[in-house]
């Protein structure tokens, strides 16, 4: 897996606010986290939205 | 670096420092030594690694340590810390092992499968542990024993 940044952020403005060239944003992790260890993907930041209520 | 990730695992609550890129069974098998949780396929096929987080059975070759962070996690080795838990006790009586690298994960499968359906019929066992490989072609004799550790409910 390449490196990146990692952030779970509380609120939806805040997960709106990390958006960016290089971010992805995160679900639940089942395609995406297989994904970047295979070095399919990457990110400069991942976003992980599961804390947003 | 950086990231430190707060959890529970087998009721215990640990506090590790992980890089972001760490699996969730990275920090079980390494940072905690609970070897018990083994990496079969490492890409989220065979269940080999499968734990319960907050009482969902998940792979956890597919989970970021981050991601885990404020749960609770239980591995094969929190199911019996009061001695055999009765589905590891119907595995061992029904011979549901062969090698018995499968094992932990088919164990902490048929335990959510149990709790979600506590009279499943077999082809309900059988499609229930999809996620789960079995590479000696254990299959009948574990089918067994889930419908055995059912039955003594």
Same mark, same amino acid.
């Given at each position: 897996m390449y490196e990146f940044d990692y952030q779970r952020p509380a609120d939806v403005g805040a997960a709106v606010g990390a958006a960016g060239a290089e971010t992805r944003y995160l679900a639940g992790g089942q395609s995406l986290d297989q994904s970047m260890k295979l070095r399919l993907a990457s990110a400069s930041t991942l976003v992980d939205l599961s804390a947003i209520r | 670096m950086g990231h430190t990730v707060k959890l529970t695992v087998n009721g215990k609550e640990v506090t590790v420092a992980v890089d972001p890129r760490t699996l969730l069974v990275q920090l079980i098998r390494e940072d905690l030594h609970l070897t018990g949780t083994h990496v079969g396929c490492d890409?989220?096929? @065979?269940?080999? @690694? /499968?734990? %319960? #987080? +907050?009482?969902?059975?998940?792979?956890?070759?597919? #989970?970021?340590?981050? $991601? !885990?962070?404020? !749960? *609770?996690?239980? /591995?094969?080795?929190?199911?019996?810390?009061g001695g055999l838990h009765p589905m590891q006790a119907a595995f061992a009586d029904c011979h549901a092992l062969q090698c018995g690298? @499968?094992?932990?994960?088919?164990?902490? *499968? !048929?335990? $959510?499968?149990?709790? +979600?359906?506590?009279?499943? /019929?077999?082809? $309900?066992?059988?499609?229930?542990?999809?996620?789960?490989? &079995?590479? &000696?072609?254990?299959? %009948?004799?574990?089918?067994?024993?889930? $419908?055995?550790?059912a039955a003594k409910g």
């Open positions: - | 890409t989220a096929q @065979c269940g080999a @690694c /499968t734990v %319960h #987080l +907050d009482g969902r059975a998940v792979k956890s070759c597919s #989970l970021l340590a981050v $991601q !885990a962070a404020g !749960a *609770s996690v239980t /591995t094969i080795e929190g199911l019996s810390e690298y @499968c094992t932990p994960g088919m164990i902490m *499968s !048929a335990v $959510q499968l149990l709790q +979600d359906n506590p009279t499943p /019929t077999e082809a $309900q066992i059988r499609e229930g542990l999809e996620g789960n490989l &079995c590479r &000696c072609t254990g299959y %009948h004799n574990i089918v067994r024993a889930i $419908q055995q550790a």
